[in-house]
């Protein structure tokens, strides 16, 4: 069988109505998405939040609920029931998708209980720094799950199994309340002097019976659903061997690889490559600096200098460890972390995620089918044409023309287990314009075409692999050899 390259999907955004349906909906779009080209699968966070049907899936109440028992005011999540998830995770594979679930572990939200807990208030810029004597709180800590007596677990979280909370119920204030006794963990990233705490009740990994339940129930998820790896949530929270610790463990229990790529948000490339080191590459991260150089050239109003669009990122440092994206749940518009690439630059920075051979690229949900919330139209038709270009044609070497700080294209040379394979990529961020560039042998006496369809005229190459290459202003146009599947 003819291998293809990688492509993943991340298949949701964060302003889903609770009545979407998500499960049944993969399940019908799963041949679909394999036919594109498609391969992975990230699916959102599958167990009962806080918020119940109308929590996107980061507030996690209960790891075991699955969309199973009447918690929070609903049986089914915002996505659906359990056996509607299992449902769609089988129509994936069976069509040779990967699945990857998004784990939270940072953070606990929705207590059924609370506790009075002695604490000391930190600043909130600074969590080295103690703004209060040890007093008495009330924190929302206890989690009795009453509703699914002992199902799969009879674990009940209270105090002792977090690190503090961001509320006082007796004072009714908010704040950063770490537990007397208790300490930030220190190998985590260094915002705000210490960023362990985040949200929510705050987990304690160095709890030896959180540490041992937590791998408890992920051996039970895997066994339960069958997923083949791991979004990781929030990873610069966590202290940093824990997660290598818990993969390792899930790897030798179920003799499964478990690919897993860590959400660490920050566009420090140091950081992050340290972050790779310490847990000895067992994990990608996704690519925040490129997301962030996409973010500055859609808006720099054709003045980003497009040689540097690679510059400072993994993908170019580290490329193996690399999940490149443009957007995603949490930087689409109203979310904390906004950072939307503006619709005219979407094609070229996907262009450039999809069609060269480092990272692995990620597809939003978000781009593809629209974010009706606000306004948002997809962009199926071109997405679509670039993650087939990528199934059929981004082979062989690749060939850089970074020389213009407006215009850059590239090429790929092809090979001969893909027919036809290779192709030409010319982009601009300002006036279009053209670009002689060298797409190697396999393709020399050839026409070529952009699949795009931005610009209408072929294009010739000559015996040596010769041609010039033509893109419009503000777009990207992608040739590859004419009498092809598009036609």
């Given amino acids: 069988m003819v291998k293809i390259n990688k492509t993943m999907m991340q298949y949701f955004e964060w302003y889903l ?3 979407c349906n998500l499960w049944n909906n993969i399940r019908l779009q799963a041949s679909y998405l394999e036919t594109i080209g498609i391969t992975t699968i990230w699916l959102p966070p599958a167990y009962k939040c806080a918020g119940g049907k109308e929590d996107t899936g980061y507030g996690v109440y209960d790891l075991y609920d699955l969309g199973e028992f009447n918690q929070k005011c609903s049986i089914e999540t915002k996505y659906g029931k359990k056996e509607e998830y299992l449902d769609a995770i089988k129509s994936l594979k069976g069509n040779g998708i990967e699945v990857l679930a998004d784990i939270v572990f940072n953070h606990r939200m929705g207590a059924d209980d609370k506790e009075e807990v002695l604490a000391i208030e930190e600043q909130v810029n600074n969590r080295t720094i103690d703004v209060s004597t040890p007093k008495i709180i009330e924190a929302w800590t206890k989690y009795n799950f009453d509703a699914r007596n002992n199902t799969y677990s ?5 105090w002792t199994h977090f690190h503090g909370v961001d509320w006082d119920e007796r004072e009714k204030r908010k704040g950063v309340f770490r537990f007397y006794g208790k300490h930030w963990d220190n190998d985590v990233d260094k915002e705000n002097g210490n960023y362990d705490y985040l949200m929510g009740c705050d987990i304690d990994f160095n709890n030896v019976d959180v540490s041992d339940e937590l791998t408890k129930w992920g051996k039970w998820y895997l066994n339960t659903t069958n997923v083949d790896g791991f979004r990781l949530d929030a990873v610069k929270h966590i202290r940093a061997d824990f997660l290598e610790k818990w993969l390792k463990d899930l790897r030798e229990m179920t003799g499964k690889k478990l690919f897993s790529v860590g959400e660490y ?3 420090n490339l140091i950081s992050l490559q340290n972050y790779l080191d310490e847990n000895n590459n067992d994990m990608c991260l996704f690519d925040v600096p490129l997301h962030y150089n996409f973010f500055n050239a859609s808006n720099s109003n054709g003045n980003f200098d497009m040689r540097t669009i690679l510059d400072n990122t993994l993908v170019k440092t580290r490329p193996d460890s ?3 994206f443009v957007d995603n749940h949490d930087t689409q518009p ?3 972390l906004c950072s939307w690439v503006q619709d005219w630059f979407k094609p070229l920075a996907y262009a450039i995620i999809l069609l060269r051979k480092n990272g692995l690229p990620c ?7 629209g974010i009706p919330h606000d306004n948002i139209s997809e962009k199926s038709d071109i997405l679509e044409k670039l993650i087939k270009a990528r ?3 981004a082979y062989g070497d690749l060939k850089d023309y970074f020389d213009h700080p407006n215009i850059i294209g590239w090429t790929m040379s092809g090979d001969y287990e893909h027919p036809d394979s290779g192709l030409a990529v010319v982009m601009s961020d300002g006036p279009g314009g053209p670009k002689q560039m060298n797409v190697g042998t396999r393709l020399a006496n050839s026409l070529l075409y952009d699949c795009t369809g931005n610009v209408k005229e072929t294009v010739y190459v000559d015996s040596e692999g010769n041609g010039i290459f033509y893109c419009n202003g503000g777009s990207v146009s992608v040739w590859i050899k004419k009498e092809n599947i598009y036609d």
């Fill in 391 to 393: 199934k059929y044609f």
């Fill in 322 to 324: 690399a999940v490149t």
């Fill in 17 to 19: 109505k609770s009545d």
């Fill in 265 to 267: 948000w920050s566009t």
């Fill in 363 to 369: 597809v939003f949900y978000g781009d593809y089918y």
């Fill in 334 to 336: 109203g979310q904390a």
């Fill in 154 to 158: 009879d674990f009940k979280w209270n």
